[in-house]
């Protein structure tokens, strides 16, 4: 792929806002924040020559490089950390109002409190306003444990949010 500068400045504009949003989910310090988007974009520019959109939207391969970003800050910074895996698999009733009463405070401090795949599930849905569907062949994953997984991160938001 033939890029421009002018083309790297239109990924650069249309993504930050998202990879900067992806990131502060999940990383407390806004220092540490700001240096992790602008290591993605480092990183997008420097690989950009090798994407391939056959294999993945503009947008999957940048959430897959920015997803891999905090992944390895969490690496460096916490090594004998192992993030939750284990997924609750229980149905229930959403409360489709909570997220809009609470601050974003809260919110952003209860989001760093889920499992990474959740966090990413939420941010994606709520934040990208990305559907289900998109989001489970972004992470590689099949619609009904994407659909399962999301409904278990909003119940544990409701929880942690709730107490």
């Known amino acids: 792929m033939n890029m421009t500068s002018s083309d790297l ?10 990879v900067m949003g992806y990131i502060r989910a999940r990383i407390r310090s806004q220092a540490d924040a700001e240096d992790l988007c602008a290591e993605v974009f480092e990183k997008i520019y420097q690989k950009i020559e090798g994407y391939q959109e056959e294999k993945a939207s503009i947008s999957t ?6 997803r891999n970003t905090v992944i ?8 004998s950390d192992e993030l939750d ?28 409190s889920l499992p990474e795949q959740m ?24 619609y009904g444990a994407v659909k399962l997984r999301h409904q278990a ?3 544990r938001l409701k929880q942690i949010l709730t107490a």
Do not use: C, H
């Open 61 to 66: 391969w940048i959430f897959t490089i920015t």
């Open 9 to 18: 400045e239109k990924i650069y504009q249309q993504y930050r806002n998202k």
């Open 119 to 142: 966090r990413d599930i939420i941010v994606l849905r709520y934040y990208d306003g990305k559907p289900l569907t998109d989001i489970a062949k972004m992470m590689n994953l099949s």
């Open 153 to 155: 991160a909003l119940e």
């Open 72 to 79: 390895d800050f969490f690496r460096r910074s916490r090594p």
């Open 85 to 112: 895996e284990n997924m609750a698999d229980d149905q229930f009733q959403v409360d489709g109002d909570l997220m809009k009463r609470e601050t974003l405070g809260e919110l952003a401090q209860a989001l760093r």
